[in-house]
């Protein structure tokens, strides 16, 4: 069974500061891998989606990078600012067509 | 594009009371996953929906719980009857590759169970 895991759990930063979280899968056997973005009782958003054959995807001040073979995937979030806060949670399509999310990273960008 | 539309956005009910919840997912999309979100467990996959048949209802937690997806624009998941430990936030999302695809949620319906 896939298992996911975000850590930290939690973190805190003063705002311009380059950062990055993480996220670990135990089955290396993926299609593709999802970070997202939750603010409080808001609903997800699809920050970068990285497919199985693909080392990295940028977007704007975010950089996604996976690595399969050892089961890790990072998100680089650079110059951070107050707006970045929110949680942020991976997920994993694995080859038993499960999706799988990991617990998040509670981030907050202090002004 | 409106995004995946789902109502109500916050719901109150009684112990014993049924429950329907709406989603309406992205226009072109064919595949539909209701999920459940709480503290305690995260983020919970019910049941997945590829061109508006089940595929996956192996995370329904029982038989309370039912989902249908009479056409390609709408579903509903409905709990009958209610109790006090379904309260959570429940999210539609709709992608367009079945699982190998982009994911994208809606804003959710909050569940209170008194």
């Known amino acids: 069974k896939q298992e996911v895991t975000q850590i930290p759990a939690a973190l805190s930063v003063p705002e311009g500061e380059n950062l990055v979280l993480n996220c670990s899968f135990t089955d290396s056997a993926i299609y593709n891998l999802q970070w997202f973005r939750q603010d409080p009782g808001k609903g997800l958003t699809s920050l970068l989606l990285i497919q199985s054959s693909q080392r990295e995807q940028t977007s704007g001040r975010l950089n996604a990078s996976l690595d399969k073979s050892s089961g890790r995937s990072t998100l680089y979030i650079a110059a951070s600012q107050p707006g970045d806060s929110a949680t942020y949670l991976c997920a994993v399509y694995n080859a038993g067509n499960m999706l799988t999310f990991g617990g998040g990273t509670r981030l907050m960008v202090k002004p | 594009d409106a995004g995946v539309i789902q109502s109500p956005r916050h719901e109150v009910t009684e112990m014993g009371q049924e429950v329907t919840l709406r989603c309406k997912p992205i226009?072109?999309?064919?595949?539909l996953f209701w999920y459940r979100q709480t503290m305690m467990r995260g983020l919970e996959l019910l049941i997945y929906f590829n061109n508006n048949v089940p595929i996956d209802d192996s995370g329904m937690p029982e038989d309370r719980f039912s989902a249908k997806m009479p056409n390609a624009s709408f579903s509903t998941l409905k709990i009958q009857p209610s109790e006090p430990r379904d309260s959570a936030v429940y999210f539609c999302?709709?992608?367009?590759?079945?699982?190998?695809?982009?994911?994208?949620f809606g804003e959710g319906s909050r569940l209170t169970v008194l």
């Open positions: 226009s072109g999309h064919n595949s």
């Open positions: 999302a709709s992608s367009l590759m079945g699982r190998t695809g982009e994911l994208f």
